[in-house]
Structures are given as C-alpha cells and as structure tokens.
C-alpha cells in the first residue's frame, strides 16, 4: 500500500491550503485514511479521518469547523482542505490508512511520507 502526500507549504495565519493523499485505487476503495500531523518536540496527532466509503468522518476538536476532509473517487484521492489556518497548525502532515476510522496512529498499518505546513502569524 501506497500514499502519497502532498500540498504542504507556507501560509499566513488565516490562509488555506488543501493537502492531497494519492493511492491506489485498491486502497482507496476499501481503507479507511487519516490524517495526523506532528509538531517539532510533540507526539503525533490525529487530525482528521474518513471511512473507505466517505460516509463516516471523524474530526479532533482543534480542527472542527476548520479543516475538511473529501475523497475524489476519481482520482483515487483523499483531500484536506484547511481554512483559518493558525500558526500552532504548523506541523508536517502525514495521511495513513488501516481498515477502519481511528484517531490513534498506533493502528495505522500504512503511512505516507509527510509534508509540511508552516503558518506564519
């Protein structure tokens, strides 16, 4: 299994950015995707997940409101689209995936290779 993220960069305080986990159409169809982030000197975090059929979604409290997550059954991709960014959502971004939705990364079976967001104030 295979992800590949992407879309990171730097942003201003308030700004977007959309995030994008490539796959396999495989995986795609039948892994649930998450999406976690991890800060310099903290544990990783979950962000966001999303059930292998987009019916169910999960958020964190700290991004509620904020942060939306899409799948585009076209492209075989997982989108995170982030608004009224802040600069303590600076962190690299990493997208995995695992049979089902859950928020702790220690049952991710797969991962991909990160990529970083800085938010500037």
């Known amino acids: 299994v295979q992800l590949q993220a992407s879309g990171g960069g730097l942003v201003q305080a308030g700004g977007s950015l959309r995030l994008s986990c490539a796959t396999s159409r495989r995986t795609f169809s039948s892994l649930a995707i998450g999406w976690f982030r991890q800060a310099p000197g903290k544990e990783r975090e979950f962000v966001v997940g999303v059930s292998w059929s987009g019916a169910s979604t999960y958020y964190a409290d700290s991004v509620k409101g904020r942060f939306t997550i899409s799948r585009d059954n076209a492209k075989n991709t997982v989108y995170l689209h982030m608004n009224s960014l802040k600069p303590e959502d600076t962190a690299v971004y990493y997208c995995?995936?695992?049979?089902?939705?859950?928020?702790?990364?220690?049952?991710?079976?797969?991962w991909g290779q990160g990529t970083q967001v800085t938010v500037s104030s």
């Open positions: 995995a995936a695992r049979t089902g939705i859950s928020s702790r990364y220690e049952e991710y079976d797969y």
